[in-house]
T-cell receptor, first 111, second 116 residues
Framework: RKEVEQDPGPFNVPEGATVAFNCTYS??????FFWYRQDCRKEPKLLMS???SGNEDGRFTAQLNRASQYISLLIRDSKLSDSATYLC????????????FGKGTKLSVIP | NAGVTQTPKFRVLKTGQSMTLLCAQD?????MYWYRQDPGMGLRLIHY???????AKGEVPDGYNVSRLKKQNFLLGLESAAPSQTSVYFC???????????????FGAGSRLTVL
């Protein structure tokens, strides 16, 4: 089993739609979780951290399920500008300085 | 405040040539990383450094060497380039104290390398 797995997509959704991405991880010792966004031919940038209690930032909601070892990202009211690749990222342990990246899920929001 | 700067941004090499990619940061971060990104493969860690004078191997270190002689610079070298090293290379930095919600990776803009 790969350390971090994501559905590669692409997810093609109309503007205004709600879309959800899931990511599973294999290392039960992972402590920190993140979603990064990567635009075409650009560097990855932090979208949001994922906390055990779940967290929301505007149209974006991230959740963590430690028992099932997956995290999710929900995007409501999709905008054209949301088109990008979304990377799931987990650390290898508490206080760690090493991250493992998923391969990313590509989202295309269509007018 | 430049953050993380990678040079060069683009480079075309012939098989067997050597080159060095430079990553420079002005944030006084302890940790520095070199990743490569290939279509369908995601980001893979080549080498990393936890401080000045230290380096360590990542997931795909073969064919690459690194040096961290100064805290602000992390160099990635290709001694004899191969077509399989055609990729986009990203440098990233992290402040000390481990990764947390408040302490995350900062990436450079990337270096696109083509080996013919």
């Amino acid at each position: 089993r790969k350390e971090v797995e994501q559905d590669p997509g692409p997810f093609n959704v109309p503007e205004g739609a709600t879309v959800a991405f899931n990511c599973t991880y294999s290392n039960s010792a992972s402590q920190s979780f993140f979603w990064y966004r990567q635009d075409c031919r650009k560097e990855p940038k932090l979208l949001m951290s994922v906390y055990s209690s779940g967290n929301e930032d505007g149209r974006f909601t991230a959740q963590l399920n430690r028992a099932s070892q997956y995290i999710s990202l929900l995007i409501r009211d999709s905008k054209l500008s949301d088109s990008a690749t979304y990377l799931c990222v987990v650390t290898s342990g508490a206080g760690s300085y090493q991250l493992t990246f998923g391969k990313g899920t590509k989202l295309s929001v269509i007018p | 405040n430049a953050g993380v700067t990678q040079t060069p941004k683009f480079r075309v090499l012939k098989t067997g040539q050597s080159m060095t990619l430079l990553c420079a940061q002005d944030m006084n971060h302890e940790y520095m990383y070199w990743y490569r990104q290939d279509p369908g493969m995601g980001l893979r860690l080549i080498h990393y450094s936890v401080g000045e004078g230290t380096t360590a191997k990542g997931e795909v270190p073969d064919g690459y060497n690194v040096s961290r002689l100064k805290k602000q610079n992390f160099l990635l070298g290709l001694e004899s380039a191969a077509p399989s090293q055609t990729s986009v290379y990203f440098c990233a930095t992290l402040s000390g104290g481990g990764i947390s919600g408040a302490n995350v990776l900062t990436f450079g803009a990337g270096s696109r390398l083509t080996v013919l």
